[in-house]
């Protein structure tokens, strides 16, 4: 999702020597193979958003891959980066890096300051590894490496699957709860759990900015990118129910676990650079949903063809 709408918006705004291997074509866990494709292709820039992601169910199930995949990932990419003088890199964290009960709204300096969210947990301390081996870099090496963390990302090409994200998740079910005109709609947790959700093309839009910021101009080296509201999960179950048009019934199955209790970000120091989110989250979830409606009749045509 956030690969395919930054080169997108690149490609809008004029830039067309980009290099986005699948990963078929590059291993990011494999070190020599990146290695390789850096000594060939000599990356000036570097947007490091490749991942190993998923809901809270396959970060349970698959704690071992999420701290493996992510932490080779980050690792050659950013030593690989050293090596090759690459001229900035940018990495993208996440907002489940701080601390379970962290006050709120979230700030930077919060991080590592208490307990992490345990089930999530392999995969956020990826995360704070990437972060802090960019700043390692940037004090031992002198190099130019921003992170920026987050909060809960929604948009077209998301994982609309078992193990997406809770907004993507919600918006299969209904749809599918729609078309086949089920009763109710069972979802995870109480749904008293409350998040922050920023439309990846604010996300991407905030990401390009730095990436043409002038190092001297930025005080900092880690960045909260947030909407500036969250919202309960039980609050945009209903949203997302009414955009869609399902009228059945919501049951919570309370013997699910529900994360973190909140993640909301505090984003005054990316908002103090003149960055603003311009997509509200009704309108929003609109036009996702408008958008996997629409891929997914394109895909049961081609199925059925």
């Known amino acids: 999702m956030v690969g395919t709408a930054l080169t997108c918006w690149l490609k809008r705004y004029g830039y067309t020597n980009l290099l986005t291997p699948t990963h078929q074509e590059l291993d990011l866990t494999n070190q020599y193979e990146v290695s390789q494709y850096f000594s060939v292709n000599k990356p000036e820039y570097i947007f490091l958003v490749a991942a190993k992601v998923g809901g809270i169910q396959v970060n349970i199930q698959l704690p071992a891959q999420f701290i493996y995949d992510n932490l080779m990932i980050q690792s050659n990419i950013i030593q690989t980066a050293y090596r090759y003088s690459i001229k900035k890199l940018l990495f993208l964290g ?3 890096i701080y601390p379970r009960l962290a006050p709120q709204p979230m700030k ?29 870099y ?9 992170s920026l963390i987050p909060s809960n990302l929604y948009g077209p090409r998301d994982n609309f699957g078992q193990t997406g994200h809770v907004l993507a998740s919600l918006i299969r079910k209904f749809y599918e709860a729609k078309v086949n005109m089920d009763a109710c709609v069972i979802l995870w947790g109480t749904g008293q759990t409350r998040r922050e959700f920023l439309h990846v093309d604010d ?3 905030a990401m390009i900015y730095i990436m043409n910021s002038d190092s001297n101009s930025l005080q900092e080296d880690v960045y909260n990118i947030g909407y500036g509201s969250d919202i309960s999960i039980s609050e945009l179950a209903d949203l997302v129910a009414s955009t869609i048009g399902y009228h059945g019934k919501i049951i919570w199955d309370t013997s699910r676990v529900d994360g973190m209790p909140r993640k909301l970000l505090d984003s005054t120091k990316m908002r103090s650079l003149s960055w603003k989110p311009e997509i509200d989250l009704r309108s929003g979830i609109c036009s996702v949903y408008n958008w996997y409606a629409k891929s997914s009749k394109e895909e049961k045509e081609i199925i059925l063809l």
């Not at 301390?125 to 972060?131: E, N, Y």
């Not at 940037?138 to 921003?146: A, F, H, K, L, S």
């Open 94 to 96: 996440s907002s489940c």
């Open 108 to 136: 930077e300096e919060y991080l590592l300051t208490g307990p992490l969210e345990s089930t999530n947990e392999s995969y956020a301390l990826a995360k704070i590894a990437g972060i802090k081996m960019c700043r390692a």
């Open 138 to 146: 940037n004090q031992q090496y002198g190099t130019d490496y921003i």
């Open 203 to 205: 996300l991407v839009r």
